[in-house]
């Protein structure tokens, strides 16, 4: 198998690096400590076409495949390793391509164009206060009544709620529209945050990714056109585990990136740093575990980027089956965050007590690597769990 990047994409990745140092990398301290994304950081990026990178030029964004969109996730996350302003990029490049794959026309042209264009915020409104991985089980209902879908319910721990008030925009959002049945009756729709009559929202404060809110969502009797319904009706499952699928290789994408920007700073300093009137960088000890942790890294890598590989090869030729990509996503998922976590650890140690400090900058890294190790966008006991059942079969799933 060749992973090797086209030119194109060599280039893509050195015009977003220097893209990110110019633009991104000096407000990443701004960033985490006031905890907000700058407007006219969000506007730089959109005119640069990273947000919704995956949706099309109809639209205004770029229509990137996968490989291409997770080279800008390692790259943003490189330049902002809190993860906040990755997160804000991937899940608008997740879910605004699952949008443009299945939403209507006309929501399409309402919603899409303000992604892109920097002026909505778009995210996915799935886990509720009962739990976030039994997706099956969630209680928000929708019907249809008088040519409109009427939401009741919450949901929680949902990323860029702040944001969807502030600016406008809104979620693809999980509802249970047949509640006899299961996962089969399940369905997807958007809906808009601001100045919507009946949602209420609130904010978590949280221990990483400052930069971009998590909150809760209360929807009460809320009114949404008939044509923000995504897909079919009973059968926003299989829509949503398409959407997960797509934004956890750039979730895994983004901790690469923060943990290649760790390492490369580990090392850097480890040249510099004299211990008993030695190198750092001559002890056995933390080359060994340099050795460790680059091998980490670049196994995480491989992992990332065949998972978008096949994503690309799957949406282009239809080359690999659902299942093979759930194993493929899942297991770079699985992967990346906790060899993120390790590699930016390990980076803190060699700082010895510089590196407990927030001028140093790597805790942010650790913080917000941290939210992809406790549970979002799936929990890591999750991963596993689709690892072994696409290895064993649909017979051998324990719910």
């Known amino acids: 198998m060749d992973f090797s990047f086209t030119e194109e994409q060599e280039l893509f990745r050195k015009s977003v690096r220097e893209f990110c140092d110019r633009k991104l990398a000096p407000r990443a301290r701004e960033i985490d400590e006031k905890g907000e994304i700058p407007y006219d950081v969000l506007e730089d990026m959109a005119a640069f ?6 949706i099309s030029e109809k639209y205004g964004g770029r229509r990137a495949d996968f490989t291409t969109a997770a080279i800008a996730a390692e790259e943003i996350a490189r330049a902002d390793i809190s993860m906040a302003a990755a997160v804000y990029y991937l899940v608008e490049a997740g879910w605004g391509f699952l949008m443009e794959r299945y939403a209507t026309g006309k929501a399409r042209d309402e919603i899409l164009p303000g992604i892109t264009a920097g002026k909505k915020f778009l995210g996915i409104a799935s886990t509720e206060a009962s739990g976030g991985s039994d997706v099956a089980s969630i209680s928000t209902r929708m019907e249809k009544r008088g040519g409109k879908l009427i939401v009741k319910g919450a949901k929680t721990f949902i990323s860029g709620v702040r944001e969807a008030a502030r600016l406008g925009g809104g979620y693809v959002t999980i509802v249970k529209t047949n509640p006899e049945l299961k996962h089969k009756g399940l369905s997807l729709c958007y809906i808009p945050i601001k100045d ?26 809320v009114e949404v056109p008939e044509h923000y319904l995504i897909g079919e009706w009973n059968n926003g499952f299989y829509y949503a585990l398409e959407g997960f699928n797509c934004a956890r290789t750039l979730v895994a994408a983004a901790c690469i990136g923060a943990a290649g920007k760790a390492l490369e700073s ?16 001559k002890f056995e000890g933390v080359q060994f575990q340099l050795a460790e942790d680059y091998i980490k890294l670049e196994s995480a890598k ?98």
């Open 49 to 54: 076409g990273l947000l919704g990178i995956t």
């Open 302 to 399: 491989m992992l990332v980027y065949k998972a978008a590989w096949m994503l690309d090869r799957m949406y282009a030729e239809g080359r690999f089956s659902h299942t093979e990509i759930n194993r493929a996503v899942a297991m770079a998922k699985l992967n990346a965050p906790t060899a993120a976590f390790d590699i930016i650890k390990d980076v803190l140690t060699w700082y010895g007590a510089y590196g407990y400090t927030k001028e140093a900058g790597l805790e942010r890294g650790l913080r917000g690597v941290a939210s992809y190790i406790i549970g979002a966008e799936g929990a890591q006991n999750i991963m596993r769990l689709i690892i072994g059942r696409e290895l064993l079969g649909k017979e051998f799933t324990p719910y």
């Open 196 to 221: 919507t009559s009946g949602i209420t929202t609130s904010i978590f404060k949280q221990m990483g990714r400052e930069g971009i809110s998590t909150g809760v969502i209360i929807m009460d009797n």
């Open 266 to 281: 580990g090392i850097e300093h480890m040249k510099k740093r004299k211990v008993f009137n030695t190198q750092l960088a």
